[in-house]
């Protein structure tokens, strides 16, 4: 086994041992090897790929689709996009120039901050968010600029967008919306976003949205998108990792002005050449005719979100209503304080209940927790007996 040469280890480029590894997931592999614990950390639907995608890869396998594919994806699965977003969000891109296949929304993320950001130039990132974009943004060089949107129900508000904008902002190249939000469960309004898009537009910045969880939208929320209202200037990411159940699979694409998207496609070739064969053909399958897994996943999860949702409230938890995604970002009773690593930690090891400290989101998260209610109906019932319990006992 190869032990590095002595002096090589200060040489390795300083910005990488900088930027902290995602504490998502150092906590749930740290609080894994509890015996018996009932995991509510990570955001992995526990549902399998539905039969007629994996048939459609293994198709795709026997047919020899094994040689590149073309750098911005495979026509098929660019037009299966293009219809899709037609239909869902009533907005026209063209396969041939306005989206580009990538290795979910996570390299998605990378390519707009990569393109969009120069070094040292900045993006307003609302809060609490998932952790992974302030490491994103710094490997791209850029600065993220948390703002708290705890004291407006976990949703940027144009007033403080405009505050952010014209303060500690100032000069920022793009905002990033996620909605439905992680961690929250949060789902902006069409009058949010339009409001949102004003401001966007003023400032004349970027909007980039990452909308992975737009399939997962519960009761009677509906999901709007700011391409239907700023598509000039709008970078729109998605995938199917949630949605329908393909996290392992690495597919999502992104969704832009022609002019942008070169640049975008042209980082991309850089980064992976093109996403794989197999797993577009499989995409494809899932865009084309995925509907009905949409919505047997949208109910199991709304059943559990329900589920989980009593059994905290009754217990003294309080939490944002969630909407959408499959996580609630539960406010810790006041008698366990405010440092909600120590409660994570105590609950995992006493209660032997998994769940990912509210801090490990940015600013506002202090004194939450979140808990993901992509778990089977059993094991949220046995998770609330437990945290039921610790609260009532300690
Ligand atoms: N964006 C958000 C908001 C997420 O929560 C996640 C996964 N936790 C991702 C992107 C990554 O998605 P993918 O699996 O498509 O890379």
Redesign the pocket.
């Known amino acids: 086994m190869p032990t590095l040469a002595k002096n090589l280890s200060t040489k390795i480029n300083s910005k990488i041992s900088s930027i902290p590894n995602p504490a998502i997931r150092s906590f749930n592999q740290k609080i894994s090897t509890i015996p018996g614990i009932i995991k509510l950390t ?3 639907p526990d549902l399998n790929t539905p039969e007629h995608i994996k048939r459609a890869a293994i198709e795709d396998i026997k047919n020899d689709d094994s040689h590149y594919a073309p750098e911005a994806g495979k026509e098929k699965y660019l037009e299966a996009v293009s219809k899709y977003l037609a239909k869902s969000l009533g907005v026209t891109y063209d396969p041939k120039s306005e989206l580009c296949a ?8 990378n390519i707009a901050a990569m393109t969009l950001l120069n070094p040292g130039e900045k993006i307003i990132v609302p809060t609490p ?2 952790g ?2 302030f490491g994103i943004i710094k490997m791209a060089g850029g600065i993220p600029v948390q703002v708290d949107t705890s004291n407006d129900h976990f949703l940027l508000t144009p007033e403080k967008l405009t505050e952010t904008l014209e303060n500690e902002g100032k000069g920022a190249k793009a905002v990033i919306i ?1 909605d439905p ?3 929250t469960g949060r789902v902006y309004s069409k009058k949010n976003l339009q409001e949102l898009a004003a401001v966007i537009t003023k400032y004349d910045i970027f909007a980039v949205s ?1 909308e ?2 737009a399939e997962l939208i519960y009761g009677q929320k509906k999901h709007y998108s700011l391409t239907q209202f700023i598509p000039e200037r709008t970078v729109l ?6 949605s329908v159940a ?2 392992g699979w ?3 694409y992104i969704a832009g002005p022609a002019e942008l998207m070169k640049s975008m496609i042209k980082v991309n070739s850089f980064l992976i050449s093109a996403v794989t064969d197999n797993v577009q053909a499989a995409a494809t399958e899932a865009l084309n005719y995925g509907d009905q897994d949409y919505v047997a996943a949208r109910e199991k999860y709304q059943k559990r979100m329900h589920l989980l949702q009593d059994g905290l409230e009754k217990n003294g938890y309080t939490m944002a209503t969630p909407e959408g ?1 499959f996580y609630i970002f539960a406010k810790i009773p006041s008698k366990f304080g405010c440092d909600d690593v120590a409660f994570a930690s105590d609950l995992a090891e006493k209660a032997k209940v998994g769940v990912t400290p509210g801090s490990y989101f940015g600013a506002g998260g202090q004194g939450y927790v979140r808990l993901s209610y992509a778990s089977s109906e059993e094991n949220l019932k046995e998770a609330i007996k437990r945290i039921s319990s610790y609260t009532e006992s300690n």
């Not at 990538?102 to 993320?109: D, N």
């Not at 990411?237 to 949630?242: E, I, Q, R, V, Y």
């Open positions: 990570i955001g992995e990538t290795v979910g929304v996570s390299e998605g993320l968010v998932w992974v974009y996620t939000s992680n961690p990452d992975i969880y990411l998605s995938g199917l990792s949630k393909m996290t690495r597919i999502g995604a």
